[in-house]
């Protein structure tokens, strides 16, 4: 085994930094991964497409710091690129927004059917693509100059340490709501502190005084036009901030009724309505309760999705007891809590839990007469999974047989929403009937939007249908699984939108790297391809660990951000292991990942579920995370040893690029086959690693 000893030899620009070079190598990297996460979150409350596509930006990101990397060793100059190009960027989005444009669509809108302001999706898209890589270049590049200055373990240590503090800060600051000013106050002040220079003696020369008033020009001016131009977003009456959303409010009087409307990143998503006037207005919202129980009123009613409240009111107006109200996002819980006319969330009767429904159903031993999903379309991505929704595990057969369990003698089991699609319908009620064993109940609304309401009682004699559901028609497609849990895909493909989008993206990656290294990038990174197979692998494992929590322990930002900090965590006393002790031969430690990654098969979440919560998330962190151990003592003991530093781990972080286009298969081949093809990256990357024994160095 080589000695943690080795140091990078590059000829580099010295960095003006009063800061030691730990110090600087924490800042860099809690600066990168507070960057990127601000502006996922941030990008898309404005940007309406990326709602869909949100690991679009974390791609963008990966190219970048990637890119970062690999110029550090021959940067003339600190990156003040990347700031300027963040000025830029926050102020093209916020002069032209893409939003859902009211006067041509209706006042809910449901999944991607969408008529948008703003420029189209074919220009705004490649622009926020390549801005965030410039962005994220930046502190990549900063993060890559203190590695040529510290031996490899010991830096890829502190930028672990660094990442995990930026996880923990922008986590923080969504546990308080804090708005956008504080993410762009926290990154100008990290940009200036890491890269405004600081006079070297008491008394500078007008040379360095000059530097120093040009390095912070080209710092803070675009920084401070981002800070005004996300003050006045922050400072807007209208405008507050949940941990998965921009959220809007506007309240009216229409027709003496008083409403109040809910947009959320730009789509209109709710309206506090009180329950006589909405059952007024649309008495489809009353049909559970008269479909179900043949007439008798459910006492015990839980609602997931509940919202701003209406649904609680029209529940509490048919006569419920008692109404567990389960809501996701605890904002427009506190929105509904302080302005929906009926205030139904003050009523003793209800009860509210800010979580997510599918988890919630796994903890709880209550049994139910009515079981309500009320029009739980999230129109947002699981940060760090492609393809999950929030509310994709709602939606499966097993999700569908898990409500089931939880209703009482005589009870009932109920969906409404704007579907738009038949065949949409149609695969809802065919998940019931898989589920509950006899067809549903399926009122149709008649517009285009095809609102609908499924509702099957816990046997055939507890449900009166005013007329027989078809059945599925020859195209509808099966009931989704947890496995492969996305309802709204029709065909078993990945859409052509999304195929193009991803050659797109590596098409510009491959240019990018050529032009950033150079023309030496891929000669530099060739005999490191081993380190970029581990990367995509890695990133496999990581999604997979992110999908499998979510299904186990719910979709909230709260697990999110616990597997992400988690992941990290592994990977730290990965490292921590491989410096401090003597760890087994690489083949060994591929013995351990392959056998990981079998024990993953073997035993899949859906197996978990029936465990205890406790046992449930022992055997969860054990399954998920010995992979991920095992992969990085073998990244750290390989790291070690290359010749080029800055190139290995280059290579590495632009695998995990490859690894978030990968990801997409999930679509076809469901989460559990992601593990099939993180061993066969695995595999290449152990037939490809070195043959010669590893020299020793000081």
Known sequence: MAVDSSTDHVSTTKWPSPFGVRTRLVASSALM?????????????????????SNFVLLGSFLGIGIGILRSGRAKRLPYYSPVMLGLLVLVIAWKPVTVDRGTSSSVIYFTSLNTTGPPVWVILPIIFIAAAVVLAGPAELVGRCFAELPRLTAYRYDLIGSLVGIAAFTGLSFLGAPPIWWGAIVTVMFAALMIPRP???????????????????????????????????????????P???VQTKAFTWQNVPLLTITVNGVPHQQAIPADARLQWEPQYGLP?????????????????AGSGSDVAIALKKGATHVDAVEIDPRIRDLGKALHPDRPYQDPRVTSHIDDGRAYLSRTDKKYDLILLALPDSLTLVNGASSLRLESYLFTQQAFESARDHLNPGGAFAMYNYYRETWLIDRLASTAQSAFGHKPCVDKVGDDLQQAVVTVGLTEADQTCNGEWGGPSAITPPPATDNRPFLYLFTDRIPSLYLITLGLVLVAGLIGVGIAGGGSSYRRMRPYTDLFLLGAG?????????????????????????????????????????????????????VVL??????????PDEWLLSMPVGLRALVAVVIAFLPIFAANVIFAKRFTDTADGTASFGANLLGAMLGGCLEYAALIIGFDGLLIIAALLYLGAFLLRPKTPAVVRS
């Open 244 to 246: 998965y959303y921009k």
């Open 594 to 603: 392959f056998g990981g990654l079998l024990l993953s098969w073997v035993f």
């Open 33 to 53: 991964l507070f960057t990127e996460l601000a502006l996922i979150r941030w990008t898309g409350s404005n940007v309406v497409h990326l709602s869909y596509f």
């Open 289 to 305: 309760y008269e479909r179900a129980n043949v007439g008798k009123t459910p006492k015990n009613v839980l609602i997931i999705g």
């Open 200 to 242: 070297r003696s008491a008394a500078p020369t007008g040379r360095s005084l000059v530097a120093a008033g040009l390095s912070g020009a080209l710092v803070l001016a675009p920084l401070l036009v981002m800070v005004g131009v996300l003050f006045h977003e922050s400072t807007r009456p209208e405008n507050s901030w949940s």
């Open 538 to 590: 890695f990133m496999l494992l990581e999604t997979k660990s992110i999908t499998g929590f979510a299904l186990l322990f719910g979709t909230t930002w709260v697990v999110n951000a616990i597997v992400f900090a988690g992941v990290l965590v592994a990977v730290l006393a990965a490292v921590e292991v491989t410096r401090r002790f003597k760890t087994p031969p690489l083949k060994v430690m591929y």
